[in-house]
C-alpha cells in the first residue's frame, strides 16, 4: 500500500493505492488531526507514506507523537514539497481522464489560490490570489452572522437551513448559493450602458456587490451566497485568464476542494474562462492532486 497525505490549510486529503492499481480517496478537516492520526494508525503500519502541504510537518510530528510503535516509520516518511505534488498529480489525472495536455496553467483553488504553469520540463509558479475557498467561508459566516446575532440566540431560518448556525457546512452554503440570484447583488456591463452597445461583452461583472447600493429591498443570504461565489470564480478566473494569456497558453486546470459539489462556481469559471479567451477544465477529483502527487514520488 502506498499512501500519499496532502495536509491543507482546511482540509486535508488522501490517496491511498493499493498493489492492483486501485485508488481510494479520503479527506478530514486539517483541525480533526486526531481522526487523521487514527487513520494513520489503522492504515500506515506497513505502507510508504508521503506527506505534502503547509501542515504536514505539524501532522508528521504529531503522528510520530502518538503513535510511538510506528514513530520511526512516521519519521522516515518522504515529503514532497507542495507545488511539485499539486502539479504532479494533476497532470496524473489529466492522464487519467485522457486529456493530456503538454503545457496548461493550473489553478488550485483552496483556501488561498495558487497558479502554476506546468511544462513537460517543470512548473513554476506564475501567482495568486487571496480570494479563494476561504474566502468563501469567512464572507458566508460575516453574511450569515457567524460568531455574532445568532449565536446569542437570534434566528435566521436561511442560515439555519444552510447549516450555518452551528458550523459551517460546505454542502448547505453551496446549495444555498445555488438556490440564489445574483441579478440585485452584482453590477453588470449592461447596467452602466443601459441602452447602447457597451465596448465589451455586457454579461462580463462591471462591479461585483456593486448593484448592492442601488437596490431599496433587502437581499437575501442565498443571492450575497450566490455573489460571493461569483466574486470568487470571477476573480480566481480573471488572474488565470491574464496569466495564461502572458504565457501563451489557453488551457486552464482547476483544482482545489472549492470545487467540490460546488457546480456553481464550476459552472462561473467555466463560463467566464471561455467569455475571456481560455479553455476551462475543472478536473474532477483534482482536489486530490496534492495527494497522489506525493503518492507518485514513492
Ligand atoms: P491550501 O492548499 O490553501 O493550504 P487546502 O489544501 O486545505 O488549503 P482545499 O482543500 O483545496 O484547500 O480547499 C479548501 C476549501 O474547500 C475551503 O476553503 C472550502 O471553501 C472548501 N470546502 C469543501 N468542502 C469543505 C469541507 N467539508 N469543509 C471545509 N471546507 C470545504
Ligand atoms: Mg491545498
Same mark, same amino acid.
Given at each position: ?8 490549510g ?10 492492483d ?10 483541525a ?24 504536514a510537518?505539524?501532522l508528521?510530528?504529531l503522528?510520530? %507523537?502518538?503513535?510511538?510503535? %510506528? ?24 492522464g ?5 495536455l503538454?503545457? #496548461? ?11 502554476h ?20 467561508l ?38 444555498l ?8 447583488? %452584482? ?13 465589451i ?25 450566490a455573489?460571493?461565489?461569483g466574486?470568487?470564480g470571477?476573480?480566481?478566473t ?20 472549492? #470545487?467540490l ?5 464550476a459552472?462561473?469559471v467555466?463560463?467566464?474562462?471561455k ?8 478536473l474532477? %477529483? ?13
Amino acid at each position: 500500500l502506498r499512501i500519499g497525505i496532502d495536509a491543507g490549510g482546511t482540509l486535508t486529503k488522501i490517496a491511498a493505492r493499493r498493489p492492483d492499481g486501485q485508488f481510494r480517496f479520503l479527506k478530514f478537516p486539517s483541525a480533526d488531526a486526531g481522526r487523521i492520526v487514527a487513520w494513520l494508525a489503522a492504515e500506515a503500519p506497513g505502507a510508504a507514506l508521503a506527506f505534502t502541504g503547509g501542515k504536514a510537518g505539524n501532522l508528521q510530528a504529531l503522528a510520530s %507523537d502518538r503513535m510511538p510503535a %510506528d514513530a520511526a516509520h512516521m519519521r522516515a516518511a518522504v515529503t514532497v514539497p507542495e507545488f511539485d505534488a499539486t502539479c504532479a498529480g494533476a497532470r496524473w489525472l489529466l492522464g487519467r481522464d485522457e486529456r493530456n495536455l503538454d503545457s #496548461f496553467l493550473l489553478t488550485n483553488v483552496g483556501t488561498g489560490t495558487s497558479i502554476h504553469y506546468v511544462t513537460p520540463d517543470g512548473h513554476e509558479r506564475v501567482g495568486g490570489t487571496g480570494v479563494g475557498g476561504g474566502t468563501i467561508l469567512g464572507l458566508a459566516a460575516l453574511l450569515g452572522g457567524i460568531g455574532a446575532g445568532l449565536r446569542s440566540g437570534g434566528g435566521d431560518s436561511a442560515v439555519a437551513e444552510a447549516g450555518l448556525a452551528e458550523k459551517l457546512d460546505y454542502a448547505g452554503l453551496v446549495a444555498l448559493a445555488r438556490k440564489g440570484d445574483r441579478a440585485r447583488v %452584482d453590477l453588470k456591463v449592461s447596467h452602466i450602458y443601459a441602452g447602447v452597445t457597451p465596448p465589451i461583452p455586457g454579461d462580463l461583472t462591471a462591479s461585483n456587490f456593486g448593484h448592492v447600493a442601488n437596490q431599496t429591498e433587502p437581499i437575501g443570504l442565498a443571492d450575497a451566497l450566490a455573489s460571493v461565489i461569483g466574486l470568487v470564480g470571477e476573480t480566481v478566473t480573471t488572474v488565470s485568464v491574464h496569466a495564461a494569456r502572458e504565457l501563451g497558453t489557453a488551457d486552464i486546470v482547476y483544482i482545489g476542494s472549492t #470545487f467540490l459539489g460546488n457546480t456553481l462556481l464550476a459552472e462561473i469559471v467555466n463560463r467566464y474562462t471561455k467569455l475571456r479567451g481560455g479553455r476551462p477544465y475543472v478536473l474532477p %477529483d483534482g482536489e486530490y492532486s496534492g495527494a497522489v502527487g506525493a503518492l507518485l514520488a514513492l
